[in-house]
């Protein structure tokens, strides 16, 4: 069965600080994988994916992400932080016919002045 | 172009009541999921439809829910009798061939309480 742990519910980082939002998947088969935002009150915006293309993907807003298979991650990264981008992320897995996304618990990216 | 539409954005009900959730997917998309939202299970699928088909409803969680698509362009949810507990965010969300890595698209949600 696939998984998805995400490490830490809330991360805080200083404004111009590199952000770093860990997430760790299981599947038993190369997934797809995913970091969708969620700003507050509203739904899911896709961040990017990975489709066993490049490991290194870029996405919208400055983020990227790189897949390591040796370690079963696919962390998030942005060199400096803008006060946008408090929100909560998720990290999501996905593979078979269906495509459905399995999510991570989340975290909330606090970014200070 | 216009994204998954969902109605009611808010919904506060009662106890015991009949609720019901609208969902339009994206034109051309062949799949269609609904998920919900809490603070304590995080997103969870509950159904899954494939060509108006459900494929997989493993995830709703008793027989008070039911979820139908009788076309390409609209599906519910409904939840009767509504209980407390039932309060969440519910989004649906459309892809066409999800499987083959395709972006999963989310509507706005819907904000539910139940009181």
Redesign the interface.
């Known amino acids: 069965a696939q998984s998805v742990t995400q490490l830490g519910s809330h991360v805080s980082v200083s404004e111009g600080a590199l952000v770093l939002l860990r997430c760790n998947y299981s599947s038993s088969v190369p997934p ?1 994988l ?1 970091w ?1 935002v969620q700003y507050p ?6 961040l990017l ?1 990975y ?2 293309a490049a490991t290194l993907v870029k996405g919208i807003n400055g983020f990227e992400a790189e897949f390591k298979k040796s370690e079963t991650s696919f962390h998030l990264t942005k060199p400096s932080a803008h006060m946008s981008d408090a929100a909560e992320y ?1 990290c999501a897995v ?1 593979r ?11 975290t909330t990216l606090q970014v200070k002045p | 172009d216009a994204g998954v539409i969902q109605s009611p954005r808010h919904e506060v009900t009662e106890m015991g009541q009949e609720v019901t959730l609208r969902c339009k997917p994206i034109s051309g998309h062949n799949s269609l999921f609904w998920y919900r939202q809490t603070m304590m299970r995080g997103l969870e699928l509950l159904i899954y439809f494939n060509n108006n088909v459900p494929i997989d409803d493993s995830g709703m969680p008793e027989d008070r829910f039911s979820a139908k698509m009788p076309n390409a362009s609209f599906s519910t949810l409904k939840i009767q009798p509504s209980e407390p507990r039932d309060s969440a965010v519910y989004f649906c969300a459309s892809s066409y061939d999800p499987g083959t890595g395709n972006t999963i698209y989310f509507g706005e949600g819907s904000w539910l309480t139940v009181v």
Do not use: D, E, M, R
Not at chain 1, 97 to 105: A, E, P, R, S, V
């Open positions: 797809y995913f969708y009150n509203q739904g899911l915006q896709l994916k489709t066993s998720f996905s078979g016919n269906t495509g459905k996304l399995i999510f991570g618990q989340g």
